[in-house]
């Protein structure tokens, strides 16, 4: 079957679409994680200032994991779903300060051999991006500073795709991944 990632910004509902999606379908998913399952340093890491390189080697050792039991899973005959992909890191990358970028973009280049067979990235208009990223109270985020970086990974997201094939872009503002036809919707997508 398929690897299925679900990507986007921070906020812009992945992990829920991934498991929502993941309970219709009956199959496996695979998470970026969540607050809690970050070691609290990475977590801090986001906003401090400070080098990256710890925070992205984390990251990519979490994704390379997942993204090779997805692999496992499908040659099985299964769909997977992912919540993040290689993908990710390109669209962060232009975020970090230039002083990095080298060294982020070797780490990169070590996961170009596991991607997925299909990609949604999943966008969402300034004030829906708020909503969500309000309404999921995480106590490491100040509002103001979350959204802002949001927003400008999520246009380095449009940007990348542009130029990548098997990505579907879908703007999540009007959508409600609690309802079953808003979810069929983006599984016929898919």
Known sequence: MSIISIIGTSGVGKSFLVK???ILDGSPAFFECEEGAIPDEIMESVFSGGSPIKRWEWFRNHYHTQLERA?????????????GSPM????????EERQYHNELRSIIDTMS????????????????????????????????ETLKRAIDIQDNYIALVKEKENVITVDRSNFDFTKSKDLNYIRGLL
């Open 20 to 22: 929502q999606l993941a």
């Open 71 to 83: 692999m496992e899973i499908s040659q099985l005959g299964m769909t997977c779903y992912t919540d």
């Open 88 to 95: 990710s890191f390109e669209a962060i990358l232009f975020y």
């Open 113 to 144: 051999h596991i991607m997925p067979d299909k990609t949604l990235l999943l966008t969402a208009t300034k004030e829906k991006l708020a909503e969500l990223i309000e309404l999921r109270g995480r106590v490491t985020e100040n509002l103001d």
